[in-house]
């Protein structure tokens, strides 16, 4: 069931993410979705560790581009 739910979430993180992409063009989303995808799913590092290290990062992006 965790398997299910950490795929849900990193399907999640890329729907979150391509949806502005097609708007701004930017960078920073899409390494971010990218690095998540890969720790979770070529890594298998467990999700709560990657989320804890990849929402700060990505708030960090948000709040320098705003």
């Not at 979150?16 to 063009?25: A, I």
């Not at 390494?31 to 070529?42: R, V």
């Amino acid at each position: 069931m965790l398997t299910g739910v950490a795929a849900a979430a990193a399907g999640l993180m890329l729907a979150t993410v391509l949806r502005p992409l097609f708007k701004n063009r930017a960078v920073a989303g899409p390494a971010i979705a990218l690095a998540t995808f890969l720790a979770i799913s070529i890594l298998h590092w467990p999700l709560a560790l990657v989320l804890l290290a990849i929402v700060p990062a990505s708030a960090a992006v948000a709040w320098r581009r705003a």
